[in-house]
């Protein structure tokens, strides 16, 4: 039985890329309270099926695959650069490939709009017509305005004519940020991507028995099985250690661990490797937004994800990226260093070096002179700064990191930051170690 919530989520999908959404117009036609269906609405934003634009309103877009996760539709145009439609509302759900900065001649700038692009001009009204007859869409920049006959052609065409009240560098800036953002999202690798799906999964339903759990053993070879109800919603988890010693004929809900710990098709790989090592967990179930079994995840997959991960290049460069970066490494035989400049990016409002790149520093620094004694991955699990002076902009650094403790599973090391040979930061890191 599907809730309200997820029958409107349901109706929503099955409409046409482009249909206008009314809180009103879903709550009469599937008979819900309005409230119900702004936070249903409100969902499916998140999700990606839809956009809502001030004095717009809200549009069905296409959701975006992983592998097209780089091109923006008109719609998340219009928000990324505050903007206002003054035509051409109906083509908003539409994704442009690339855009052009009109600030040359016409001739030459038409030589790069073509369908599917988006010009970037100020108040040059000839150029916006031109610039529709040749499918593009238009970004007015300034706060200008357009004539009705723009309007009018904006129309006729579905293709979105936006006005900003920031000048065409900003706003390029603005919208290539965007693409950015997306790119290093698109390398971060979620639990769909390694997911085993419901058609290898295998499980029990709560009617069954121990039995059941018994003939699944054997032809799989596998302990660990998800219990789900009727409707697939997932009840516990039983493993070996759950089913010894019991009857064939005992329920396997008597014997289960209920409200397993589960995660979704969004959580990345990163966050159930941490749930899967710090709570000592083999398997984990997926759900879907209705809290459905669709797969599961193993140890294993998650951990040859982590390793295919370090071996990759990464397309977007994360902040993380940037300061680890400046590490450079003048460690010698005795002893592990490594020095690093402090840039603006690194700092706070004050200009001296802020505490969550202090934080980033230290680990990266810990980390490093781990793996040089054993290999393989690591969580930090604790990290205590216990002294901190301020390091000012542009200032050179040396961060000093020594392994205290090394066992199987855990290493503790003391990292100390030093400036003209002055002690500026003193850390206690504690790391899990995992073998690969």
């Not at 999202?185 to 018994?214: M, Q, Y």
């Amino acid at each position: 039985m599907t809730t309200k919530h997820e029958q409107i989520l349901d109706y929503i999908e099955t409409l046409e890329v482009g249909s206008k959404i009314s809180v009103r117009q879903i709550a009469r036609e599937l008979k819900v309270s309005e409230g119900t269906a702004y936070r249903a609405i409100k969902d499916a934003e998140n999700k990606g099926t839809v956009s809502t634009i001030e004095r717009v309103g809200t549009i069905r877009i296409t959701k975006k695959e992983k592998e097209n996760i780089e091109k923006l539709t008109y719609a998340e145009v219009v928000n990324i650069v505050d903007g206002q439609v003054l035509g051409g509302k109906n083509g908003l759900h539409k994704t442009l490939h690339k855009f052009v900065i009109g600030a040359m001649k016409l001739e030459a700038m038409m030589r790069y709009v073509d369908p599917g692009s988006l010009l970037i001009v100020g108040n040059r009204d000839n150029v916006h017509k031109i610039a529709l007859e040749a499918g593009a869409a238009v970004l007015i920049t300034g706060g200008f305005d357009a004539e009705d006959e723009v309007k009018a052609m904006a129309d006729a065409y579905d293709l979105p004519i936006i006005s900003t009240s920031y000048d065409s560098f900003t706003v390029a800036t603005m919208i290539n940020r965007a693409i950015y953002d997306q790119l290093i999202k698109k390398e971060i690798v979620l639990v769909s991507d390694i997911l085993t799906p419901l058609t290898k999964t295998s499980f029990l339903v709560s009617t069954e028995n121990v039995g059941r759990w018994h003939e699944l053993n054997e032809a799989t070879l596998h302990s660990r099985y998800p219990v789900v109800d009727p409707n697939m919603k997932v009840q516990g988890i039983v493993t070996s250690k759950d089913v010894l010693g019991e009857q064939y004929q005992t329920p396997i809900t008597k014997v289960m661990t209920k409200q397993p710990l589960t995660v979704n098709e969004q959580t990345s790989v990163a966050s159930a490797a941490h749930t899967m090592i710090w709570e000592g967990i083999e398997m984990l179930p997926v759900l879907d937004q209705y809290q459905r079994l669709i797969g599961i995840v193993s140890r294993q997959d998650v951990l040859k994800a982590l390793q295919l991960i370090q071996q990759q290049p990464q397309i977007g460069e994360t902040f993380d990226d940037l300061i680890t970066s400046r590490f450079n490494d003048v460690s010698t035989s005795n002893e592990s260093r490594y020095v690093c400049e402090v840039t603006p990016q690194m700092t706070s409002l004050l200009g001296t070096l802020s505490y969550g790149v202090f934080t980033t520093l230290v680990t990266e620094a810990g980390s490093r002179v781990l793996k040089k004694y054993k290999k393989g991955d690591l969580v930090v699990e604790n990290i205590t700064l216990y002294f901190i002076k301020p390091v000012q902009i542009d200032n050179t650094i040396e961060i000093i990191p020594k392994v205290l403790e090394v066992s199987r599973k855990f290493g503790k090391v003391d990292v100390e930051i030093y400036h003209d040979g002055t002690v500026v930061g003193k850390a206690l890191m504690m790391a899990q170690l995992i073998d690969r």
